[in-house]
């Protein structure tokens, strides 16, 4: 039988980014349950040393086309004259808004099926590909196929896999694509006025070590104000679930969970969180976990590594110090 | 005449408010009538509302018509039911171009509480053929070509002159109407909505709902493994030394 073709959408440009770190580490998993292929299509400008640099994360092939334009009507035809030509039978994307909109064009022109924000992708001989969400109004995730359809497509959450270098040497092969058709953009607008506006930086969070994470637990500014006292002190950033959120304790931007953010740290410390599936899935790939709670039967116990049963404020006073 | 098409759709009122029972207007969807409405008083726009959704949709229309809809298109047929982001899609492109081939834009709410996709509205472009505008924050003016929308994308706030005919996905939102007026909502109470079916549409059973769907919930589960854990025992001052030693390695 011939290998499946898992494509992974490079939207960064002119660099492999760790966000297309992490879905070509999945693609590359997917490939070994699969008997696949893992072909990062990369569009944009830049160097065969960054395209390689593909190969560290398990791809086995780069197609590339260089183009000076980040523009999703022009990804659109490129795409789908790479599509009509050598086919895939899974296309992951990021989920940033520029590949969101590039997957639902792609989605629509060749009518297939797309599950938007994915937090887990894996192979079944029975299903197929599975796509797994958040499913709304609900604490668990969403299993979802394509029926009907020539491929498979996805978003994909930030931080929802892991990036990771795999330990063989991989022949990468770089196909250079000629696409033929027009570069021109859509010119059916015009900018009148555009000021840069102070954007929600984030990379502190997808960079940070060590993570704390605060929850209804804390009822206290002064118990909050020392965990983010004690978070300064260990170099951490302090996040915190929906309703600390929704409380105004902490900006939308540190939000972890469903309808929040996804991190991966090193080690998270959740202080007085009880563990509702909605804030559990956004952290479970912390490497450690640490929960602070007075409640010892709480659920975020079941998926701590280390337990400890206290009174956050009490915790907290010891632990600044 | 500049001839606009919004999107409309239906979600559950809890999701707003715990309370609410039955169906509201979407959020994304009730800030474009919103704006519209105040467009209208000095532009000379046709606003016409299309929907997909069944007979629990109707207090949600009867809301959009006194607020600002001239006409309303209300796509419903057990049908339509189960439909994904891509069946969606070909119904609602496929009523935009029996209905209102002339429309000059299609405005949709940036996604729906219920759904979180936020798919739909690029999709439909795409189907239509026409420019698509993401992430738009307002609406300033409708003219006699183009109109005007401020767009807030992940690094800049950009003013920008669009020309006929477009789709906008609107990334504003209101739970709340704000001036329903009394006499305008009696009157569209008793206006008569017109119903339209799958087969008046003229879209194949294979084309919309569930049978159109290219994406399935095959079932739901549980993704949060149980680890083993280690318990600190002993003084809150033992507890804390634990936790601060582990965070030094």
Known sequence: MDKRNIWVVCDAFDHVDSF?????????????????????????????????????????????????????????????????????????????????????????????????????????????????????????????ICIDSQCCTCTVKKNAFVENVINEVKELSIRKWDYKGSFNTDDRYEVISCVKREIENSADLDNAKIVFGVGRGVKDKETFDLICQAGKKYNAVVVGTKCVVDDGLLPKKYQVGQSGRSIAPDIYIAFGISGANQHLVGIRNSRQIIAVNNNENAPIFNIADVKIVADVKEFIKEFSE | MIKIVVCLKMVPGKLIDAERSGLIINPYDLFVLEKLAKLKKNTDISVIGICMGGESAREGLVRSKALVCDDIYWLNDIKFAQADTIATTKTLSAAIKKYIPDADAVICGGHAIDGETGQVPAELSEKLGITYFSSVADIESFGHDSAVIVKKDEGHEMTVRCRYPFLLSVDSFLTYASNLNIIALKRAQKWEYKIISSEELGIAQTDCGAAGSKTKVINSVNIIYKKESIEVGGSIKEKADHVKKLLQQ
Do not use: P
């Open chain 1, 20 to 144: 297309i770190g992490q879905l070509i580490s999945k693609a590359y998993q997917l490939s070994k349950e699969s008997n696949g292929c893992v072909q990062v299509i990369f569009l944009g400008n830049t160097s065969e040393d960054e395209l390689k640099r593909c190969a560290l994360y398990g791809a086995d092939e780069v197609v590339y086309q260089h183009c000076e334009t980040k523009d999703e009507r022009l990804w659109l035809d490129i795409l789908s004259d790479i599509y009509s030509s050598i086919g895939a039978d899974v296309i992951m994307f990021t989920n940033s808004d520029f590949s969101k909109t590039l997957s639902s064009f792609f989605a629509s022109r060749f009518e297939v099926g797309l599950t938007a924000d994915c937090i887990d992708i894996c192979f079944e001989d029975e299903n197929g590909f599975v796509f797994e969400r958040a499913a709304m109004s609900d604490s668990v995730q969403a299993r979802i």
